[in-house]
C-alpha cells in the first residue's frame, strides 16, 4: 500500500505562483510513474502531468509551459510548480502513484489540495 499526502494549495492572485508537494509513504518500492490531476466543481478529473523515472514528462496542453513536474526520489516526493496561474486552474489537485504488484499496476491517489486562483 501507498500513502500519498498533497499539501502547498491555497489562495493566489492571477499570476502568481504555487508549489505543491507530494510526498510518498507505505510500501513504496515498484512506484513507477506519479502524476497530478486535478478537479474543477462540475467538471471531470483531468490530467495535469506525469513524471516517470525522473525525465519523462507529460502535460496538459492547458498548462505547458506554465507547469513544471519534478521528482525526487530519495524523498520520495513529487513537486508541481504552477506559475503564470489563472483562475482556471482553480481546482482541487489530487497526487497519483502508480505501483507496480505482480500481475498488474496499482494506482493510489492522494486525498487532494485545493488551488483557488482569483483577485
Known amino acids: 500500500q501507498v500513502q500519498l499526502v498533497e499539501s502547498g494549495g491555497g489562495l493566489v492572485q492571477p499570476g502568481g505562483s504555487l508549489r505543491l508537494s507530494c510526498a510518498a509513504s507505505?510500501?513504496?518500492?515498484?512506484?513507477?510513474?506519479m502524476g497530478w490531476y486535478r478537479q474543477a466543481p462540475g467538471k471531470q478529473r483531468e490530467l495535469v502531468a506525469t513524471?516517470?523515472?525522473?525525465?519523462?514528462?507529460n502535460y496538459a496542453d492547458s498548462v505547458k509551459g506554465r507547469f513544471t513536474i519534478s521528482r525526487d526520489n530519495a524523498k520520495n516526493t513529487v513537486y508541481l510548480q504552477m506559475n503564470s496561474l489563472k483562475p482556471e486552474d482553480t481546482a482541487v489537485y489530487y497526487c497519483?502513484?502508480?505501483?507496480?504488484?505482480?500481475?498488474?499496476?496499482?494506482?493510489?491517489w492522494g486525498q487532494g489540495t485545493q488551488v483557488i486562483v482569483s483577485s
Open positions: 513524471i516517470v523515472n525522473d525525465r519523462s514528462t
Open positions: 507505505g510500501t513504496i518500492s515498484s512506484i513507477g510513474a
Open positions: 497519483k502513484a502508480e505501483q507496480w504488484r505482480w500481475p498488474k499496476w496499482y494506482d493510489y
